[in-house]
């Protein structure tokens, strides 16, 4: 007579990541910045804001020497001094210009893109609309970088909202974290309102965070439930996480494994694994690690978009001569060239910022 196992036995759980996922080009380079950064020029390297929103990629620059500070006035004088990669007002340049502090920008180009675009438009005479979220560190940036009339729109409600007549000339840009999907509405609106508008192509704003939003709505769709790896303050990894609870999925944003609850895969078939671009792969593989220890896992990859998109580093870390950091990179207007590695399923292939 057989013994009744003490145990039932655990249905293997399957873990499908989304392709692509996690680090973007432009977080990859800012994070490179501060830690070459600090290797050349030794620490302590100030950086202005987090360089990118994420609490471990922060903690883990903090613990190789970067101090990492809301304001210049936290900066003593003459210290190196990083901006983050969501880019920073006028005011803030010209307060380090002030002061001669040595910079070393970690802007991403892509946002450099979008301030040169916006002022191209200001400078052609139209009132500039910002499609973005408030108090979103690039959003001050990208307001405090042009001149001239700008404002925010947040939502097709405010399109209605705009105290101007319908005949002004406008143009509009747009958050970077922000995808097709999430402005079309938006344009949409102006369109219809406005009869003298323009508008750079909205599908060249990011590649990354137009990729991962592609690719979550492919893992929602296989999965009970949808993990997304980001920090709170990501403002890309939250609409992941939104665009699985739009798809009817629960969905739940983790710093890393030690976050998981249990109770969240019970019954679960398949679990959709996911980051946002300002987090690294090993936090996925913590989660990974949490799930294991829970259930059975099996690991596979949904097929989906190859990203080769490299970004040339600032000059002052270029060169293998030091070269002192400028003070200050001023309004930059020449193009940021970008390196990119060939690819025919690349859909950002090079640009100019
Ligand atoms: Fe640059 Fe896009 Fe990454 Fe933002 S999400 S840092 S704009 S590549």
Known sequence: MTQPSAEP???????????????????????????????????????????????????????????????LTDIPDGALTVFSAHGVARSVEDEARERALPVIDA????????????????????????????????????????????????????????????DTPLAYVTQTTLSVDDTRDIIAALKARFTNLDGPDVSEICYATQNRQTAVRSLARESDVLI????????????????????????????????????????????????????????????????????????AQLPGEEEHLNFSMPPELRYREPRPPRINPAHRSAPVHQTVASSPANNQTEKSA
């Open 9 to 71: 036995a655990q249905q293997t759980l399957r873990v499908l990541l989304a392709k692509p996922r996690g680090f973007c080009a432009g977080v990859v380079r800012a994070i490179s910045i501060v830690e070459q950064a600090i290797e050349r020029y030794g620490s302590p390297v100030y950086v202005r804001h987090e360089i990118v929103h994420n609490r471990h990629v922060v903690e883990n620059l903090r613990s190789k020497g970067a101090v990492f500070v809301d304001e």
């Open 228 to 299: 997304v790896v980001g920090s709170v303050t990501s403002s890309n990894s939250n609409r992941l996480r939104e665009i699985g609870t739009e798809m009817g999925v629960p969905s739940y944003l983790v710093d890393d494994g030690n976050d998981i609850d249990p109770a969240w895969i019970e019954g679960a078939k398949t679990v959709g694994l996911t980051a946002g671009a300002s987090a690294p792969d090993e936090l996925v593989d913590s989660v990974i690690a949490a799930l294991s220890r829970l259930r059975l896992v099996e690991v």
């Open 107 to 166: 802007t991403c180009p892509l946002v450099t893109k979008v301030h040169v675009q916006g002022r191209r438009y200001a400078k052609g005479g139209r009132t500039l609309l910002l499609i973005g979220h408030r108090g979103h560190a690039e959003v001050d940036g990208t307001m405090g970088q042009i001149d001239g009339p700008i404002h925010l729109v947040q939502s097709v409600d405010d399109v209605a909202k705009l105290d101007m007549p319908d």
